[in-house]
């Protein structure tokens, strides 16, 4: 079974001078990368702490030292996607670049640290669909998300790139369905780049999004 990347914020590149915090940096980061591997291998429901902390070389009881149940995991999960909008956000506001080319990024970005996994992406769609618990976290991630979201293409109003008949709310909606629904579909049959994709997604979305002197603008849709 080929392991998943360890998302940014668990990875050990930027190590704690602190030997005890690096210690538990690397634990905490060696049980969520076996507990995606495991959901991608055999789904999230069949999954369980005991599968995980066996495959993470600890003891089961390590695992609750860090997350108090396996539903954490993917709210780790989704913090992480959060945390790149609101990291797009942030850049938008600090940059003079057009704030649709940061949006474009974020795109680009679709497919999360799953690094392009299709089978971890099915089995994280399964688990909203079917644990209750894992849906409620779902969801109010995607609202905050979708608040941050909705700054970043305020934004966009506010520098003129984007229309303005439209409330960023209600774009903000569309946006993230559109993107989520985009990695739904190439996780149920991933035939192509999910990146590609995304990028082909926004890039036919923008023009209708986009003030008309910005959607003028040559664009970057590919054959």
Known sequence: ???????????????????????RTETRARLYRAALDLFAERGFMETTVE???????????????????KEHVL???????V??????????????????????????DSAGQSKEHPALLRAIYAAHASCAPVRVELQKRMRVARRALARLLALAQERGEMRRDVSTSD??????IALMGTCMVWALQ??????????????????SLAQPAAASRPEKLRA
């Open 1 to 23: 079974m080929k392991s998943l990347p360890v998302p940014p914020r668990f990875s050990t590149a930027r190590r704690p001078a602190n030997r005890r915090e690096r210690h």
């Open 171 to 176: 774009l903000a909606h569309i946006v993230q």
């Open 190 to 207: 991933p035939d192509a780049s999910l990146r590609k994709t995304s990028l082909d997604l926004w890039d036919l979305m923008w023009p």
């Open 51 to 69: 599968d995980i902390t066996e495959a993470a070389d600890v003891g089961k009881g390590t695992f609750f030292n860090y997350f108090p149940t």
């Open 83 to 108: 945390a790149r909008v609101e990291q797009a956000l942030e850049e938008a506001k600090e940059s003079t670049r057009p704030v649709h080319e940061v949006i474009r990024d974020l795109a680009a």
């Open 75 to 81: 709210a780790a999960y989704g913090a992480e996607r």
